[in-house]
């Protein structure tokens, strides 16, 4: 039985009896339903108002009804046009199907067969709209708004980003553990012309080294004990996609010889198989281990090296990009509070201090388990240092640090180096930006330049024996 769905009709015929007759049926189930007796009145009427189906006469008085056909197609896609004549051929329902139209109807138009061919093009709009607003939530999801970042080095690697992701050459993603390589390889696939096609990722140091090679190529059956059955390998999965590998570093000599194959031909064959597959597949790939050294101490092939090292992309760790501490905490903050229905409205100034100065070795996933756990543990409409770790409330002033600073001199000398260091992290993590900087250290210019003169902060300085 086909869903009633009302919508917003335009009918245009130049017979006025047939007109209001259809007209007055199709208001009857529903619709908000208008009327023209032209072409060009129909076209004035659609350049005012987005109706979702219009019903046209073939035959009409200044224009027929494929010029409003192809008017739509150009003007107003999401527009469906039901064509109607009273002399119908399959060659004439044929062209109007082939040209744009959404149906063709022979008059005398039957009543049920009307209403069923409104309902089908007002289903199928929602349809549409509906799978618009899922592309939108994915593209929010894994697009590159959802590798969040203001820091100079981030604003790098997304401008190479937005360069490298419609080609389909291969990428290398560096980064420490934690840092959000997995969500840099899902927003490079949603950036591409690929998105349609599958993202397929495989975590290779969780797989034994006797099975990642079924994983990845597939196999047939009785190729090895316990393959009962042929199976389908990630890069017949990711044909047409994206293959994500991570952990590349862990795929032992056997399978970088089989990688390599398949990087130069795009052709494979299965575990125990004969039959040669050909792939469209583009490759990202991510290690935390350098890659160089592996190839030195014979780890890693070079010749596999070279073949994935053209496009780098190198994921800096928390530590490296403090200014963006604050802008990831209340991303994660948000999620979180919308997930447990928590009222709480800000994380307070002395606890983003105690995590800004925090090392994070554990990188964004670490950030984004402190921040679960505060939302879980606070009570009331801010986050605190109370809700934070242990060893983040401990770390403000190490007593260890603190004591051999003042073996040397006061309180105001101990506090000397940190704030120095604070200040070259800040200009580092903008790109040695002096008016971005200040804003992030919540100061005014002038104070900045002060204080940069005071501890003697230079870019040369600071980087002379580099």
């Not at 100065?357 to 801010?382: F, K, S, T, Y």
Request: proline share 3%.
């Amino acid at each position: 039985m086909a869903r009633n769905y009302s919508g917003s009709l335009l009918v245009v015929d130049d017979d006025r009896h047939i007109q209001e007759a259809m007209a007055e049926y199709l208001r009857g189930l529903g619709h908000r339903t208008e009327t023209a007796s032209t072409c060009e009145e129909a076209l004035a009427r659609m350049a005012e108002y987005p109706f979702e189906v219009v019903l046209c006469d073939v035959n009409l008085p200044d224009h027929d009804g494929f010029h409003l056909l192809n008017w739509t197609r150009e003007n107003s896609s999401e527009t469906a046009v039901i064509l109607l004549t009273g002399f119908g051929t399959i060659e004439s329902a044929v062209e109007a199907i082939r040209l744009g139209a959404f149906d063709y109807l022979t008059k005398p138009v039957i009543d049920e067969e009307l209403r069923f061919s409104i309902e089908r093009a007002i289903g199928q709009r929602k349809i549409v709209a509906e799978n618009k607003s899922l592309k939108a939530q994915l593209s929010e999801k894994f697009g590159l708004n959802s590798v969040v970042g203001k820091d100079y080095k981030m604003l790098k690697m997304f401008e190479l980003m937005e360069s490298v992701a419609p080609t389909r050459t291969t990428v290398l993603i560096l980064g420490e553990s934690g840092t959000g390589k997995t969500m840099t390889a899902r927003a490079l696939h949603q950036l591409s012309d690929r998105r349609e096609k599958p993202f397929v990722e495989v975590a290779c140091g969780a797989l034994p080294e006797s099975l990642l090679e079924s994983e990845l190529f597939g196999h047939t059956a009785g190729a090895f004990t316990g393959a009962t059955h042929d199976k389908e390998g990630r890069f017949l999965q990711a044909d047409g996609g994206t293959l994500f590998l991570d952990e590349i570093a862990t795929a032992s000599p056997a399978l970088q010889v089989k990688l390599l194959r398949v990087l130069q031909d795009r052709e494979f064959e299965a575990v125990g198989g004969t039959t040669t597959h050909h792939v469209d597949v583009r490759l990202v790939l991510a290690t935390n281990v350098d890659l160089e050294q592996a190839v030195r101490e014979g780890k890693f092939r070079e010749d596999l090296f070279y073949r994935i090292n053209v496009i780098t992309l190198t994921q800096p760790s928390l530590r490296e990009r403090i200014g963006d501490i604050p802008l990831l905490a209340n991303h994660y903050l948000k999620i979180f509070r919308e997930q447990t229905g928590r009222d709480i409205g800000e994380i307070d100034e002395a606890a983003m201090h105690a995590m800004q100065q925090h090392d994070w070795p554990g990188n964004v996933r670490e950030l984004v388990n402190v921040i679960e756990r505060a939302v879980v543990l606070c009570r009331g409409d801010a986050i605190t240092v109370g809700e934070l770790p242990e060893k983040m409330r401990a770390q403000d002033l190490p007593s260890a640090g603190v004591t051999a600073s003042l073996n040397s001199g006061s309180l105001k000398t101990a506090l000397t180096r940190p704030e120095r260091d604070l200040i070259i992290q800040a200009l580092e993590s903008t790109g040695w930006n002096r008016q971005k900087t200040a804003r992030l250290l919540g100061i005014n210019r002038t104070t900045l330049y002060k204080k940069m003169k005071k501890y003697e902060i230079e870019f040369e300085t600071v980087y002379r024996h580099i």
